[in-house]
């Protein structure tokens, strides 16, 4: 078949990992689709552009991503295909047109360009060269944002938020809302932005359009009018469609859609999705109305309102939690309180009025910990209800030897020390258990910081005043552990591995 004749299957933003945990394309289970996909383009005769992010580099090992993939890359390699780096993918940009990469998928690598379709000029590119936020092929803000969702997701345990919002949508937000700040606050101070360029037809930026989809139009909108070409057919926002006859998106493989788009020979465009193995056309959404930039514009949001939604939406509030959450809050504020009142506390040589009322503050507190222990293993699994009931004995006797016999230095610090580091074993052993939730982290972080506390107790001088100010130490640290296990010791949503990326 003649090359001029062939039609043009274009699809981008596909965001292939490496099988790993991040790998949200894999986790969605496309692999299968996508390579049935490959087949139908391959039996159709056509000819495959794909207009980047087909690789997710920002969040994986790029060796790693290559090895694991190969044979999807041999599939690739075998039909009749053109592919344009887009931002995700950036890295490999500078290989085009040299030999460090030797498989021949990425021999058809190249820079956007166009071809004559119909008598039209029809540019093909990923699109991020119009998003400030993404535009280079330097680390910018987009991939440091894309960085932390990789953190946050694996915190998470999806890159879906409880909300059922994506966790790097959010980042982004948040980050728009950020510059948008920044922005106005330079031009108030500067007093330079008249009027007249802020209502310039190229002003769409994310001060007055958070969602940044009107700024990317109005770039390639400039980008056409400069005549280099009549259409542009890019990816990039994830968001598929045309706007009049000039602008036509791909959409995402990264979502729950899988979508294309089919370019015939006289350039007339369709749009198409695939489901269950086979090629389904819909109706070409409208992206935007097409209307003149400044005409029709969105409201903008206010960006200090979009930045503290987005971090309540990151961090929310916790809502009805666990007794045992409540307990290990209330934990938490009790240690805190008693360790900062023993710095107020005067303090002799052991027996003073003042030593006695510290040791009685401690064995109060040993009671009351131990009691809070009781009250939430009632409700626990057998495994953790085993660990809240050791804990909370052993605190108990603490408390009621502290409190008969532990006015003697020596044997308080004794004491004290061998409760600290059986305290902190245990919530190193809950960390362990609980490693399906959030909070085991800051129970391993509290019970090895308790655990030192313990052998650094035992090792210390028999010092009424050192004793002091060791154990308001131990117990502030400990306590805000135990707050923090508390706070954020929400259970793993399980929400599926589906990630919106741009």
Not at 72 to 95: I, M
């Amino acid at each position: 078949m003649d090359g001029a004749a062939r039609d043009i299957f274009v699809i981008s933003d596909l965001h292939i990992g490496d099988g790993g945990a991040r790998d949200n394309f894999e986790a969605g289970k496309k692999t299968p689709e996508l390579r049935a996909f490959l087949d139908h383009v391959g039996s159709e005769g056509g000819e495959l552009f794909l207009l980047g992010d087909v690789f997710e580099l920002w969040q994986m090992n790029l060796s790693l991503l290559l090895v694991k993939r190969r044979a999807l890359l041999d599939h690739l390699a075998a039909l009749r295909l053109v592919y344009v780096p887009g931002n995700h993918d950036v890295d490999l940009l500078h290989f085009i047109d040299t030999d460090f990469l030797h498989h021949p998928f990425f021999a058809r690598m190249r820079p956007p360009f166009v071809r004559e379709l119909g008598g039209k000029r029809f540019r093909f590119c990923h699109g991020h060269e119009t998003d400030p936020f993404n535009a280079g092929d330097e680390p910018g803000l987009g991939r440091m944002f894309s960085i932390l969702a990789g953190v946050v997701e694996d915190e998470n345990g999806s890159p879906l938020l409880r909300s059922g919002e994506s966790v790097e949508d959010v980042l982004e937000e948040f980050g728009d809302s950020i510059l948008t700040i920044w922005k106005r606050t330079l031009e108030t101070v500067s007093r330079r932005v008249t009027e007249r360029e802020v209502c310039a037809e190229g002003a769409l930026t994310p001060a007055q359009n958070p969602d940044r989809l009107s700024e990317h139009v109005a770039g390639v909108r400039a980008a056409l009018r400069a005549g280099a070409h009549d259409v542009a057919v890019l990816g990039h926002t994830h968001k598929a469609g045309c706007i009049g006859g000039w602008y036509f998106n791909s959409g995402s493989w990264a979502g729950p859609l899988n979508s294309f788009l089919r370019i015939s020979p006289d350039g007339h465009v369709r749009y198409l999705e695939w489901k269950h193995g086979r090629a389904v056309e819909r109706e070409m959404p409208v992206v935007l109305p097409d209307a003149e930039p400044g005409r029709g514009r969105p409201a903008a949001k206010n960006p200090v309102g979009a930045a503290v939604s987005a971090v309540r939406t990151l961090f929310p509030k916790p809502t009805r939690p666990e007794r045992s959450r409540w307990v290990l809050i209330s934990q938490g504020v009790l240690a805190i309180a008693v360790g900062a009142s023993t710095l107020t506390i005067s303090v002799g040589q052991g027996a003073s009025a003042g030593w006695r009322l510290l040791v009685t503050a401690f064995g109060v507190y040993a009671l009351l910990d131990g009691a809070m222990s009781l009250l939430g293993a009632s409700r626990e699994q057998p495994v953790r209800r085993l660990l809240s009931l050791v804990r909370g004995v052993a605190s108990l006797l603490l408390g009621l030897v502290v409190l008969l016999r532990g006015h003697a230095v020596e044997i308080f610090v004794i004491l004290v020390g061998l409760w600290a580091f059986l305290s902190g074993a245990l919530r190193v052993a809950a960390s362990v258990v609980l490693k399906g939730m959030v909070e085991s982290r800051w129970l391993a972080i509290a019970g090895v910081g308790s655990m030192l506390a313990g052998i650094i107790l035992l090792s210390l001088p028999a010092s009424a005043g050192l004793l002091k100010l060791a154990l308001a130490g131990y117990l502030c640290y400990y306590g805000a552990g135990e707050l923090l296990a508390g706070i954020f010791g929400q259970r793993r949503s399980g929400a599926q591995r589906t990630s919106h990326r741009r």
